[in-house]
């Protein structure tokens, strides 16, 4: 595993955390999150819930990363099929420009 | 999660922006929440402004109480949040059909809190008879029908969360007394609004029902200072349509 795949693992173990708080264990349990997990079909993730989640990336990941703002620029399609990877993605490539 | 003690109400709020005048978002009736703003235009008015979004009583993640759901109470609330947030100063206001009337009856009772009003799709009266009998039943088919498109179909296709949506929105018709709070209501007086002299911004959409095009003429002849953006879009504009609505009320609001 080189660098950047390592850091990206890392990332991902860090936003299933933050999910796992906000949807709780007992779901995780049921539904491990992996980067193809999707927050629509898998989770179910409510809209409200994001909101919690955009929050939480907020406070871990600081100004770098913009959640919202990402989110906002996407279509509808685009929001219904998004995975966790795609996430953990967008994490990983505002860190290596900061 | 940041949730304040509004008047004896446990209320979820967020901001966005960290510089810039002060503008607050009122959300829609049932389905409506702070995320209806928050993945849609807040992110870009925060670019120049810090943006107040909060669920109203009953909705999204505040507290829902069996009583308090009519404009004037919904309308104290927000004052609460203003007065607090707005450190005394005015602020711009935001909202979206039944936000828009609670939005425009505190901005007629506390003109001095208010710099700008923007309307988008609301409805005058806020609500009638007609209106809940195509919709009754009050089951969740009915809540269903009331949804916009895209939550349909994550309702349809979702599983127990999604349901939690559903469940929510009956909960509110079904164990608190909003529907017969805001049916009891009287409607605005042309006089009342005749006097409001605050600029507005009304933003209707081309796809929209007949409840909603009569409100919009009725105000762009009687309010004042007045100005219409027409964006190509149903009543859920701030899903349908967030790059125009978010330009026009940034356009609105820097003028």
């Known amino acids: 595993m080189n ?3 390592a850091g990206k693992s890392e990332i991902l173990a860090s936003v299933g955390g933050l999910i796992e708080e906000i949807i709780g264990e007992e779901w995780v349990r049921e539904t491990p999150i992996t980067m193809e997990t999707s927050f629509a079909q898998d989770l179910e993730l409510e809209s409200i819930e994001l909101v919690a989640l955009s929050e939480k990336i907020q406070q871990r990941y600081g100004e770098a990363v913009d959640f919202p703002a990402w989110l906002s620029g996407m279509e509808l399609e685009q929001i219904i099929a998004l995975k966790v990877g795609d996430l953990v993605e967008h994490i990983a490539s505002c860190q290596s420009k900061t | 999660m940041p949730v304040e003690d509004v008047g004896g109400l446990k209320t979820h709020l967020q901001t966005l922006g960290a510089s810039g005048p002060g503008v607050v978002l009122v959300h829609g009736m049932l389905i409506g929440s702070i995320a209806s703003w928050y993945f849609s235009i807040a992110p870009m008015l925060a670019l120049k402004r810090r ?7 009953g909705h999204g993640l505040t507290e829902r ?15 609460t949040l ?3 947030h707005g450190g005394g100063a005015p602020v711009a206001l935001v909202g979206h059909s039944y936000g828009a009337v609670i939005a425009l009856r505190f901005a007629l009772d506390h003109p001095e809190l208010v710099t700008r009003l923007v309307i988008v799709e ?3 009266p806020i609500l009638t008879r007609e209106h809940v009998d195509s919709v009754s039943g009050l089951d969740g088919e009915a809540v269903v029908q ?3 498109p895209w939550q349909q179909h994550a309702f349809l296709t979702g ?3 999604a349901r939690r949506l559903g469940e929510r929105g009956i909960a509110l018709l079904r164990d608190t007394t909003l529907v017969d709070e805001l049916l009891a209501e009287a409607d605005f007086a042309d006089a009342e609004l005749r006097a409001f002299s605050r600029p507005v911004l009304l933003c209707y959409g081309t796809q929209t029902g007949e409840r909603m095009t009569v409100t919009r003429d009725r105000l762009l002849q009687v309010l004042p200072d007045v100005r219409l953006e027409t964006i190509d879009a149903s009543h859920y504009m701030t899903r349908d349509a967030p790059v125009p609505l978010a330009d026009a009320i940034g356009r609105f609001l820097d003028a």
């Open chain 2, 146 to 148: 009331m949804m916009p």
């Open chain 2, 51 to 57: 943006v107040l979004m909060y669920d109203l009583r």
């Open chain 2, 82 to 84: 203003v007065r607090r």
């Open chain 2, 65 to 79: 109480t069996p009583s308090g759901y009519g404009l004037r109470a919904m309308a104290e609330d927000l004052h």
């Open chain 2, 159 to 161: 599983g127990r969360r």
């Open chain 2, 122 to 124: 609301a409805p005058l």
């Open chain 1, 3 to 5: 660098t950047l795949e």
